[in-house]
T-cell receptor, first 114, second 115 residues
Framework: DAGVTQSPTHLIKTRGQQVTLRCSPK?????VSWYQQALGQGPQFIFQ???????QRGNFPDRFSGHQFPNYSSELNVNALLLGDSALYLC?????????????FGPGTRLTVL | GENVEQHPSTLSVQEGDSAVIKCTYS??????FPWYKQELGKGPQLIID?????GEKKDQRIAVTLNKTAKHFSLHITETQPEDSAVYFC??????????????FGAGTQVVVTP
């Protein structure tokens, strides 16, 4: 049983560009959350998707957007990249949050903005 | 919103000794407290969690305690082994309609177990 998978593993972009990161949840999970982890810090909640809708959002600007597909996979899009967007982007999947809070993380995508 | 503080930031222990990491939270509505272990180059791995209706939970060498009145919870690792070396994160999650599953993480504790 595959766990949470993310692609790509690493990505290098320049300021002002746009990036799309992808996540496939653990089998049986239908809720996907995205987190940003800066170097040496704990993960920060970006947003959460359930039933193809954004259900919750953290303190991130509108440059950060997402999507969830009917097969529960998800994308994170970041527009107009800034140097400060350099971080490890983590995807976590779970059963419907109302049933169970356990979130399982993928390996992350390391984004470097030059 | 929720704020989670974690300490110490680094912890060095001899193999076989115990390690204790402490966290405090601010939102009394928080009712779910997971602990994650993150090894270099990997995503966080859930190692144990506790809910607000339980005061203590154990899983082999790992235990977590929760004091709701004081709003703090702790991770205890006994008989530490070199493979326990990693960064450990505590987190808290409230159970309100508009905040389900929104984990608030601490800053992490780098644990180094020396043989």
């Amino acid at each position: 049983d595959a766990g949470v998978t993310q692609s790509p593993t690493h990505l290098i972009k320049t300021r002002g560009q746009q990036v799309t990161l992808r996540c496939s949840p653990k089998s049986g999970h239908d809720t996907v959350s995205w987190y940003q982890q800066a170097l040496g810090q704990g993960p920060q909640f970006i947003f959460q998707y359930y039933e193809e809708e954004e259900r919750q959002r953290g303190n991130f600007p509108d440059r950060f957007s997402g999507h969830q597909f009917p097969n529960y996979s998800s994308e994170l899009n970041v527009n107009a990249l800034l140097l400060g967007d350099s971080a490890l982007y983590l995807c976590a999947s779970s059963l419907p949050i109302i049933l169970n809070n356990e979130q399982f993380f993928g390996p992350g995508t390391r984004l470097t903005v030059l | 919103g929720e704020n989670v503080e974690q300490h110490p930031s680094t912890l060095s222990v001899q193999e076989g000794d115990s390690a204790v990491i402490k966290c405090t939270y601010s939102d009394s509505a928080s009712n779910y407290f997971p602990w994650y272990k993150q090894e270099l180059g990997k995503g966080p791995q859930l190692i144990i969690d506790i809910r607000s209706n339980v005061g203590e939970k154990k899983d082999q060498r790992i235990a977590v305690t929760l004091n709701k009145t004081a709003k703090h919870f702790s991770l205890h690792i006994t008989e530490t082994q070199p493979e326990d070396s990693a960064v450990y994160f505590c987190a808290a999650s409230p159970r309100g309609f508009d905040s389900w599953g929104k984990l608030q993480f601490g800053a992490g504790t780098q644990v180094v177990v020396t043989p």
